[in-house]
């Protein structure tokens, strides 16, 4: 039917309530039974749906004697004295509705709607008692009705396809009548434990993927990354006007979660935003965008400082598009605990390092999302993320290690699921002095350290051995590279070769910053010490201290080697090679003319083609240059609660509008 007021398609259940009254027309019920209510075929109840014996008849049986609706309303008016004996007398002492009805010229009745024993507002009650009356249910799930004829009565349930409908069933009380809606195989809520708690949902904050996993379920980039290509998102097309410029054709059926229409003005001020080192923090990655502006209502041209083929990674990973009436009213600070992008999800409740809410966005331009609502919260101690699965507080963990493998598969209501991780773990071998000057040493270093066995036997497999800076699967990567492998008697001959026999070397390593790191880095360290010509030591470092050490953009200031993690969230293939070897960079460690002319070229080379051939020789190059002690990529591991349709993501964020339920 349609609804008067509202003017949205919905699903009417009708039921034949009364022929005298209401209390007697529900004589057939006994205490433990109840009526079941067809589902009608959307059309307003007629008149003649509503009078006498006829009233909302349906074919289904009514009660356990296979009777008739239309059955027990004959003979409800015999049976009405049974019928106070029989049926629950539920309380309706909050209410005005009178008990002796029978016979009398008006009366009175209180429905409630119900779903999983739980009130249900806003529900349209219908009672047609030849004049239809509507109401809507309140908090408690009631809807009134005064002053009934007493001749036949319909009650019309009036349901949105929010509540679900598998069943509805009508429990018995005097003058009062429970509609309760059978439970949805739809859950309304999607519950996923990161971590490290939600710090902000800013999306110029954005930098780390606990934080891109927040703003994502209510931000929106111009393009995605489906594999290794870029799709089309919140721009439906994009082209190369020139080698420095990028024009997008912009989606025409978005709106702000406010309400308002997303423009070219919006988009390119939201370019323009994220570029800005003073105001954003994710300007570092989209340091290759010059300026954005709009041509046109739904068009937007962005200029480039060079040829750069991976701006439209940087752009599908770092920038997300907002609103720009609402920032230059409200302030850039809003974006600090307020959300108004164009996502499946819209912010409801956000409390800085605990919690974020939301709730589904009804005017989203995509597919809806099965989840009414969502919420991330974040517990740093793995027991605390395990637990949350297992007692069902959370349908998804992530930063999961191989400890926790063993509980997850032995238990018949979880699964794990896996996926080769954005990150890399590796040793820097900084060049610029000492024993790591030499080519030959740094190779002997790669020969030295078993990788296999550190995987296996500390990672339980859950990684795989790495050659190169770019990541399987990124534009660049070499396939015909492999690692090193372990070979110490090739180790400790490269050493010899190289004059530094004796050599003494430092590795730091950060203390529970990646999983295991502690013993994978004890693991590397015993490895080396143990060639005959080289003596090998372990420091701790906290994490803080050792970025601000290698972030100076000084080699000089750094350990001797040191172990740290590197991911590629662009999927691009060149955020390792553009970081770690280029002389702009704060993080360069290793200092090659070869390999900077290689990269440099690549980013400014516009044909796909060539720009994937010049990272391969870049790989190639730092591959055999040994400008890293090659470790390996993880393996994200997630716990997932079982019923929950979800698969990882290669940029490791969690988006819950792909989320679906399965029972």
Same mark, same amino acid.
């Given at each position: 039917?349609?609804?008067?007021?509202?003017?949205?398609?919905?699903?009417?259940?009708?039921?034949a309530?009364?022929t005298?009254?209401?209390?007697?027309?529900?004589?057939?019920c006994?205490d433990?039974?109840?009526?079941?209510?067809?589902?009608?075929?959307?059309? $307003?109840?007629?008149? !003649? =749906?509503?009078?006498? +014996? &006829?009233?909302?008849?349906? #074919? *289904?049986?009514?009660? %356990? @004697?296979? /009777?008739?609706?239309?059955?027990?309303?004959?003979?409800a008016?015999?049976?009405?004295?049974?019928? $106070?004996?029989?049926? !629950? =007398?539920i309380?309706? +002492? &909050?209410?005005?509705?009178? #008990? *002796?009805?029978?016979? %009398? @010229?008006? /009366?009175?009745?209180v429905?409630?709607?119900?779903?999983?024993?739980?009130?249900?507002?806003?529900?349209?009650?219908?009672? !047609? =008692?030849?004049?239809?009356?509507?109401?809507?249910?309140? #908090?408690?799930?009631?809807?009134?009705?005064?002053?009934l004829?007493?001749?036949?009565?319909?009650?019309?349930?009036?349901?949105?396809?929010?509540?679900?409908?598998?069943?509805?069933?009508?429990?018995?009380?005097?003058?009062?009548?429970?509609?309760?809606?059978?439970?949805?195989?739809?859950?309304?809520?999607?519950?996923?434990?990161?971590?490290?708690?939600?710090?902000?949902?800013?999306?110029?904050?954005?930098v780390?993927?606990?934080?891109?996993?927040?703003?994502?379920?209510?931000?929106?980039?111009?393009?995605?990354?489906?594999?290794?290509?870029?799709?089309?998102h919140?721009?439906?097309?994009?082209?190369?006007?020139?080698?420095?410029?990028?024009?997008?054709?912009?989606?025409e059926?978005?709106?702000?979660h406010?309400?308002?229409?997303?423009?070219?003005?919006?988009?390119?001020?939201?370019?323009?935003l994220?570029?800005?080192?003073?105001?954003?923090?994710?300007?570092?990655?989209?340091?290759?965008?010059e300026?954005?502006?709009?041509?046109?209502?739904?068009?937007?041209?962005?200029?480039?400082?060079?040829?750069?083929?991976?701006?439209?990674?940087?752009?599908?990973?770092?920038?997300?598009?907002?609103?720009?009436?609402?920032?230059?009213?409200?302030?850039?600070?809003?974006?600090?605990?307020?959300?108004?992008?164009?996502?499946?999800?819209?912010?409801?409740?956000?409390?800085?390092?605990?919690?974020?809410?939301?709730?589904?966005?009804?005017?989203?331009?995509?597919?809806?999302?099965?989840?009414?609502?969502?919420r991330?919260?974040?517990?740093?101690?793995?027991?605390?993320r395990?637990?949350?699965?297992?007692?069902?507080?959370?349908?998804?963990?992530?930063?999961?290690?191989?400890?926790?493998?063993?509980?997850?598969?032995?238990?018949?209501?979880?699964?794990?699921?896996?996926?080769?991780?954005?990150?890399?773990?590796?040793?820097?071998?900084?060049?610029?002095?000492?024993?790591?000057?030499?080519q030959?040493?740094?190779?002997?270093?790669?020969?030295?350290?078993?990788?296999?066995?550190?995987?296996?036997?500390?990672?339980d497999?859950?990684?795989?051995?790495?050659?190169?800076?770019?990541l399987?699967?990124?534009?660049?990567?070499?396939?015909?590279?492999?690692?090193?492998?372990?070979?110490?008697?090739?180790?400790?001959?490269?050493?010899?070769?190289?004059?530094?026999?004796?050599?003494?070397?430092?590795?730091?390593?950060?203390?529970?910053?990646?999983?295991?790191?502690?013993?994978?880095?004890?693991a590397?360290?015993?490895?080396?010490?143990?060639?005959?010509?080289?003596?090998?030591?372990?420091?701790?470092?906290?994490?803080?201290?050792?970025?601000?050490?290698i972030?100076?953009?000084?080699?000089?200031?750094?350990?001797?080697?040191?172990?740290?993690?590197?991911?590629?969230?662009?999927?691009?293939?060149?955020?390792?090679l553009?970081?770690?070897?280029?002389?702009?960079?704060?993080?360069?460690?290793?200092?090659?003319?070869?390999?900077?002319?290689?990269?440099?070229?690549?980013?400014?080379?516009?044909?796909?083609?060539?720009?994937?051939?010049?990272?391969?020789?870049?790989?190639?190059?730092?591959?055999e240059?040994?400008?890293?002690l090659?470790?390996?990529?993880?393996?994200?591991?997630?716990?997932?609660?079982?019923?929950?349709?979800?698969?990882?993501?290669?940029?490791?964020?969690?988006?819950?509008?792909?989320?679906?339920?399965?029972?």
């Amino acid at each position: 039917m349609t609804d008067p007021d509202k003017g949205v398609s919905r699903r009417s259940v009708l039921a034949a309530v009364g022929t005298t009254s209401v209390t007697a027309a529900l004589a057939g019920c006994s205490d433990d039974e109840s009526l079941t209510l067809e589902e009608a075929d959307g059309d $307003e109840p007629s008149e !003649d =749906d509503s009078s006498g +014996d &006829d009233a909302g008849s349906t #074919d *289904e049986p009514a009660d %356990g @004697d296979g /009777a008739s609706q239309d059955e027990a309303a004959e003979d409800a008016e015999t049976e009405s004295a049974t019928a $106070e004996d029989d049926v !629950d =007398d539920i309380d309706d +002492d &909050d209410t005005d509705t009178d #008990d *002796e009805t029978e016979g %009398g @010229d008006d /009366a009175s009745l209180v429905v409630e709607v119900y779903q999983d024993d739980e009130p249900v507002d806003g529900v349209d009650v219908i009672v !047609d =008692d030849g004049e239809q009356t509507l109401a809507e249910t309140t #908090d408690d799930g009631d809807a009134r009705f005064e002053d009934l004829s007493p001749g036949a009565v319909t009650v019309v349930a009036d349901v949105d396809d929010e509540h679900g409908t598998d069943e509805l069933t009508l429990d018995d009380g005097e003058n009062r009548l429970r509609l309760t809606l059978g439970s949805t195989s739809e859950r309304e809520e999607a519950w996923l434990t990161v971590g490290q708690s939600p710090r902000a949902v800013n999306p110029l904050e954005a930098v780390d993927v606990n934080t891109q996993t927040v703003v994502e379920q209510a931000y929106e980039p111009l393009l995605a990354v489906d594999g290794s290509e870029l799709v089309a998102h919140l721009a439906t097309d994009w082209s190369r006007p020139s080698d420095r410029v990028i024009a997008f054709d912009i989606r025409e059926d978005v709106v702000f979660h406010d309400g308002s229409p997303m423009t070219a003005d919006d988009v390119a001020f939201s370019i323009n935003l994220a570029i800005d080192s003073t105001q954003s923090d994710v300007a570092f990655d989209l340091d290759t965008i010059e300026e954005a502006q709009a041509i046109g209502e739904f068009t937007v041209e962005v200029g480039l400082t060079d040829a750069a083929p991976t701006a439209l990674y940087s752009l599908a990973a770092y920038c997300r598009i907002l609103n720009r009436d609402w920032i230059e009213s409200t302030g850039v600070d809003a974006l600090e605990a307020e959300m108004n992008g164009t996502g499946p999800f819209e912010l409801e409740h956000f409390e800085a390092d605990h919690l974020v809410e939301y709730r589904r966005f009804g005017d989203y331009w995509g597919d809806e999302p099965t989840p009414q609502e969502a919420r991330i919260t974040g517990a740093s101690e793995e027991d605390q993320r395990r637990t949350a699965l297992e007692s069902g507080e959370s349908d998804i963990v992530t930063d999961l290690s191989p400890e926790s493998v063993p509980s997850i598969q032995g238990n018949d209501e979880l699964r794990l699921e896996t996926i080769p991780s954005p990150t890399q773990l590796f040793i820097a071998l900084p060049n610029d002095e000492g024993p790591l000057a030499s080519q030959a040493v740094r190779q002997a270093l790669n020969y030295a350290v078993d990788v296999e066995a550190i995987v296996d036997g500390i990672l339980d497999g859950f990684a795989t051995p790495t050659s190169q800076p770019s990541l399987p699967g990124t534009p660049g990567h070499d396939p015909a590279l492999t690692p090193y492998g372990y070979d110490p008697s090739r180790a400790e001959a490269l050493i010899e070769e190289s004059g530094e026999s004796g050599a003494e070397l430092t590795v730091v390593t950060p203390q529970g910053r990646y999983a295991s790191d502690v013993e994978i880095a004890e693991a590397v360290v015993t490895a080396i010490d143990t060639l005959a010509n080289v003596n090998a030591e372990l420091e701790l470092w906290d994490f803080a201290r050792l970025v601000d050490t290698i972030s100076s953009g000084e080699m000089a200031d750094s350990p001797d080697a040191f172990l740290i993690g590197w991911g590629d969230v662009t999927l691009g293939g060149t955020s390792a090679l553009e970081n770690w070897f280029l002389p702009e960079s704060p993080f360069q460690h290793f200092r090659d003319d070869e390999i900077e002319d290689v990269v440099l070229g690549a980013l400014d080379e516009p044909d796909e083609g060539r720009h994937e051939r010049l990272l391969e020789e870049a790989n190639t190059l730092a591959h055999e240059r040994a400008g890293w002690l090659y470790l390996f990529q993880y393996e994200d591991l997630y716990g997932v609660a079982e019923g929950v349709d979800w698969n990882p993501s290669r940029d490791g964020r969690v988006r819950l509008a792909n989320l679906e339920f399965s029972g």
